[in-house]
């Protein structure tokens, strides 16, 4: 792959990795926002309750109270004094009853006459509600509802009150207000470990887990709500800082907007005064969730990568391997090639040596045959010339000793044809053949040269007599002839000449061993001895061919041969032939039956 591929695909991969990883990011960001959504909703839903519960236990609680003529006495301007003793006994009894924090029945001017905490130092007998909605509300409308700071007790609270009609008139006469403390549902929301803002219809958060972040707002006040909130007292002098903003994606950022200050904001209307409670979700965790999720992706990816390469880094090891073996394979066969190359050549070499050394060899044996079978014809011619004279002669016994000498001549080249024909010769049949039998028939066939040489022969027949091999009878006689005729040529020369011939049997073998006590064999030619036309005798007294048909008859009988000299002075030739297994010998027939 060229260079620029390589980058625009690394690039393509790095921008899928990086779409992958945002879209892991989004996916667990939505999964926990979801998670939390809904806990936020579940949670809500209690919170909601347990609000709209706390204050409809007070909601008929003011119009029951305007009902009752001890009330209505109270604030009724034909009625005695002692009847605002017993307002104010009764409204703190039934204050304490049903857990208010304080029930004051005010006049039709908005002033207290009558109230649940007549006895304490925050009395609010005497003072002036008229500017609170709640009081003008219940004259106008029937009823009230408010929350804002006491201004006596500088306790926030949800005020509800009813109007005190006039048995008479039908008139208003005044109005019975309940403030209700609703403290213990923010800390109810603290000990939850959770963030809950309650805020009214301006924004103003009136009830929070957390106290700093009480009285503040969380959106612009309008001017006219402003003027309207100070003119109503609703907050006394509190200040209404903005508590934080509201970002694009629906989050609340509080104080710096730093993540660990930025919420969440799910909000629940409520039915009462417009008021919104919001469940406050910290982003943070949100935040660490998806950067988990991202590392965790990056992490596979980062390891799927390394896994790849890797992989790819194996992959090219082994194509490396396999080429460096395929190199080795193709430089072994190159090898192989050029050894079989130079085998063929050198064969081609051998062949060529070996064809020029059959045409020595052809022609060294031409001219031995030519040599060996011209003496003898020329004798003959001779002896046949003389022959014919003597006959004319009449001389007829010289004549007949003429053709007995033709004959023996004949017999001789006979003998050298014989030799010549066993040499073309190979394998024939194959039976056991008696080795001892053989030795003493060539003995006898020599016989009349053994004598002639004075030759003292000893024969040991060895331990195992009648050894069997398996050969044809012509041929292992040819081999003991040619080894006797050595010895005896070698004999020739030597005084007391001795031939010992020996036999002895192995477990699976013969061994036969000729030795005489010639002139023994020069150590320089020991080794061509068996070498065809090797000779070391005069022409027309040895043809070389002795030991080298001896050599292929012994191999053909998957025999040995060799040649040593003995220390006493001598040479010995030692042929071991495998012995014979008698088949009719091995099934139990006696020997004898041959
Ligand atoms: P040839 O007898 O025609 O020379 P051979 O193959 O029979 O051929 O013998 C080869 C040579 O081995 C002989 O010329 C001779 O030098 C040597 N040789 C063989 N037998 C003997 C022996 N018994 N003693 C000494 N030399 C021997």
């Known amino acids: 792959m060229t260079r620029p591929w390589r980058i625009a695909l690394l690039s393509a991969a790095g921008l899928l990795a990086a779409a992958l990883w945002w879209g892991v990011w989004q996916w667990q960001f939505q999964q926990s926002l979801d998670v939390a959504r809904q806990h936020a909703d579940n949670r809500l839903s209690l919170y909601s309750t347990t609000l709209e519960g706390a204050l409809a236990r007070f909601a008929y609680l003011p119009r029951l109270l305007a009902g009752q003529s001890r009330v209505r006495a109270a604030v009724d301007d034909n009625t005695a004094g002692d009847d605002v003793e017993r307002a104010n006994r009764y409204l703190e009894r039934v204050a304490a009853d049903a857990g208010a924090e304080a029930i004051f029945l005010l006049d039709r001017h908005g002033q207290t006459v009558a109230s649940s905490n007549h006895a304490t130092v925050d009395s609010f007998i005497g003072h002036h509600y008229g500017f609170r909605p709640y009081f003008q509300d219940a004259m106008d409308r029937g009823e009230g509802e408010f929350f804002a700071i006491g201004s006596t007790t500088k306790r926030a609270g949800y005020f509800v009150s009813a109007p005190v009609i006039s048995a008479a008139d039908g008139q208003p006469l005044g109005v019975v207000a309940i403030k209700v403390a609703l403290e213990?549902?923010?800390?109810?929301?603290?000990?939850?470990?959770?963030?809950?803002?309650?805020?009214?219809?301006?924004?103003?958060?009136?009830?929070?887990?957390?106290?700093?972040?009480?009285?503040?707002?969380?959106?612009?006040?309008?001017?006219?709500?402003?003027?309207?909130?100070?003119?109503?007292?609703?907050?006394?002098?509190?200040?209404?800082?903005?508590?934080?903003?509201?970002?694009?994606?629906?989050?609340?950022?509080?104080?710096?907007?730093?993540?660990?200050?930025?919420?969440?904001?799910l909000s629940r209307e409520q039915r009462r005064l417009g008021w919104t409670m919001h469940y406050l979700v910290p982003m943070r965790p949100l935040y660490l969730d998806a950067r988990n999720a991202f590392l965790a992706a990056a992490g596979a990816t980062l390891v799927l990568v390394l896994l790849g390469l890797w992989l790819r880094e194996r992959q090219k090891r082994h194509r490396l391997r396999d080429r460096e073996a395929r190199i080795i394979r193709e430089a072994n066969e190159r090898l192989e090639s050029r050894v079989v190359e130079r085998t063929r050549a050198l064969q081609e070499a051998q062949e060529e040596l070996v064809q020029a050394g059959k045409l020595a060899s052809l022609g060294t044996m031409a001219a031995g045959i030519a040599h060996e079978l011209n003496q003898p014809l020329s004798g003959i011619r001779t002896y046949a010339a003389n022959g014919a004279r003597l006959l004319a002669r009449g001389r007829q016994d010289a004549a007949e000793s003429n053709f007995t000498r033709i004959q023996s001549l004949c017999d001789r080249q006979d003998a050298l044809i014989r030799q010549l024909r066993l040499f073309a010769r190979r394998g024939g049949r194959r039976e056991p053949i008696d080795l001892e039998d053989r030795l003493a028939f060539v003995l006898e066939l020599l016989d009349e040269r053994i004598r002639r040489q004075g030759v003292e022969v000893a024969f040991d027949r060895g331990e195992a007599p009648n050894p069997r091999v398996l050969g044809d009878t012509l041929r292992i006689e040819q081999l003991l002839t040619n080894l006797r005729r050595n010895a005896l040529d070698a004999l020739e020369t030597v005084a007391r000449p001795r031939l010992a011939i020996a036999l002895a049997t192995a477990e699976e073998s013969v061994v036969l061993r000729i030795a005489d006590n010639g002139p023994g064999i020069d150590a320089a030619i020991l080794s061509r001895l068996f070498d065809p036309f090797f000779t070391t005798k005069a022409v027309g007294d040895g043809l070389g061919l002795g030991l080298f048909i001896c050599f292929g008859i012994v191999q053909d009988l998957e025999g040995r041969i060799s040649a040593t000299n003995l220390e006493q002075g001598g040479a010995c030739f030692e042929v071991t032939l495998p012995l014979a297994v008698d088949r009719r010998l091995a099934e139990g027939a006696p020997p004898d039956a041959d």
Do not use: C, H, K
């Open 184 to 265: 213990s549902l923010q800390a109810s929301w603290r000990r939850a470990g959770e963030t809950v803002l309650l805020s009214d219809a301006n924004g103003v958060v009136i009830l929070s887990s957390r106290p700093g972040w009480r009285y503040r707002t969380l959106a612009p006040i309008a001017p006219a709500a402003m003027d309207e909130i100070r003119q109503q007292r609703q907050f006394l002098d509190r200040p209404l800082e903005r508590l934080g903003q509201g970002l694009a994606d629906g989050s609340l950022a509080i104080g710096g907007g730093s993540v660990s200050e930025r919420y969440l904001d």
